[in-house]
Nanobody, 115 residues
Framework: QVQLVESGGGLVQAGGSLRLSCVSS????????MSWFRQTPGKQRELVAT???????NYIDPVKGRFTISRDNAKNAVYLQMNDLKPEDTAVYYC?????????WGQGTQVTVSS
């Protein structure tokens, strides 16, 4: 069973930066589409960014130009570099792996941006 372990969350002031990391225990990481989602209380989990096996990336509009998703297949890792953070970015961020239709979620890491 694949496990995803996230790290890098924390408290930061508005305008600051954080880098989230997610390491997968799977043996087929390079064949999986990786994503970051986020969720705030009372709201649905939303997709933030995705990176394909070919390193093509997609972002939701609110984070374009501020967030960068990347992956290192040699380390089974995916990253989310978050710059110019805003209070509305406050959420629990989840790593997500999709391989042949089978999803796996990380446990989540809290990001809090103070104004």
């Amino acid at each position: 069973q694949v496990q995803l372990v996230e790290s890098g969350g924390g408290l930061v002031q508005a305008g600051g930066s954080l880098r989230l990391s997610c390491v997968s225990s799977g043996t087929t990481f390079e064949l999986a589409t990786m994503s970051w989602f986020r969720q705030t209380p009372g709201k649905q989990r939303e997709l933030v960014a995705t990176i394909s096996t070919g390193h093509m990336t997609n972002y939701i509009d609110p984070v374009k130009g501020r967030f960068t998703i990347s992956r290192d297949n040699a380390k089974n890792a995916v990253y989310l570099q978050m710059n110019d953070l805003k209070p509305e970015d406050t959420a629990v961020y989840y790593c997500h792996e999709m391989f042949r239709g089978y999803p796996t979620w990380g446990q989540g890491t809290q990001v809090t941006v103070s104004s």
